[in-house]
């Protein structure tokens, strides 16, 4: 089976309207391409951030700019209208945990993909907030990263750790710590041992500056020998993104030894052959 859980209806920016991604034939045509791509599970994660109800957990001017839609309205859709299954892509804030498991609970969720995108107010992967403008250097983004990601995955309020190593982005465009990266894993790694979450592999980053998947091949090894299952996705936020390059992932995965994927249902996870 292949997957495809981290998938936007709604396009990124705010001119577009609610009604014109929460529809019949736009689903179609998601489900079209997953058809074509041979994904038989998918599912969608809209950004929490698109939602009004989000401003309860947090009021960064980004999702002030950005908290237009209804969750209730967003899940009822995707329940009672579309076989697809329901996630959601939801912050790490820290300090915000409780805020951020009521906003969780809710939807009867499928699953919660967990992201890291803002170290405090600035963003590691935004141009329009960018931490790689404050003065900060690589090697403090890069351990805060990790850090966040870590205790992201502690938190116990997500069942998949969407595109683990997001903060190499922008690639050359910005500057990255010298050396072997693989010293600011650990604490990731060890707290994805720990908690038992799945791992997201996804395409997203081929189509970004870093020209990579997320995580790196060595992220990914030693998630493997932690014991971390595996949820494949392409982060689509358009029709044409879904599967996106699923051959380069699959070459990936079957090349470090996975032959299954994690599939959610009702927040229960289980395991299923990889393979289209
Ligand atoms: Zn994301
Ligand atoms: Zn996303």
């Not at 994660?45 to 009004?52: G, K, W």
């Not at 960064?60 to 209804?70: G, L, S, T, Y």
């Not at 409780?98 to 992201?115: A, F, K, N």
Request: glycine share 6%.
């Amino acid at each position: 089976m292949l997957t495809d859980y981290h998938v936007h209806l709604r396009p990124d920016g705010v001119s577009d309207t609610f009604a014109n991604a929460f529809n019949a034939a736009n689903v179609e045509r998601y489900r079209e391409a997953a058809d074509a791509a041979g994904i038989a599970e998918l599912g969608v994660s809209e950004h929490v951030h698109r939602f009004q109800q989000s401003l309860a957990v947090w009021d960064h001017p980004f999702w002030r700019e950005q908290a237009v839609d209804d969750i209730d309205a967003y899940c009822a859709f995707v329940r009672e209208a579309t076989d697809l299954r329901l996630g959601l892509e939801v912050d790490f804030v820290p300090g915000r945990e409780d805020r951020t498991q009521s906003l969780i609970e809710r939807c009867e969720l499928d699953y919660v993909v967990g992201s890291v995108h803002f170290l405090g107010d600035l963003a590691v992967d935004f141009d329009r907030f960018d931490i790689w403008t404050s003065g900060r250097s690589p090697e403090a983004v890069w351990t805060r990263y990790f850090e966040t990601l870590a205790a992201a995955a502690t938190s116990g309020m997500f069942d998949i750790l969407a595109h683990p190593d997001l903060v190499k982005m922008w690639g050359q465009g910005r500057p990255s710590p010298a050396g072997d990266p693989r010293r600011y894993y650990e604490p990731a790694l060890e707290a994805i041992a720990e908690s038992g979450i799945a791992v997201e592999v996804s395409t997203a980053g081929l189509r970004k500056p870093v020209a990579e998947i997320y995580p790196a091949p060595a992220f990914l090894a030693s998630a493997l020998e932690a014991g971390a299952p595996i949820a494949l996705s392409s982060d689509a936020h358009m029709p044409e993104q879904v599967g996106y390059a699923y051959d380069a992932a699959l070459e990936l995965l079957e090349g470090l030894g996975v032959s299954e994927l994690a599939v959610f249902e009702r927040r229960q996870r289980r395991l299923e052959p990889l393979g289209r």
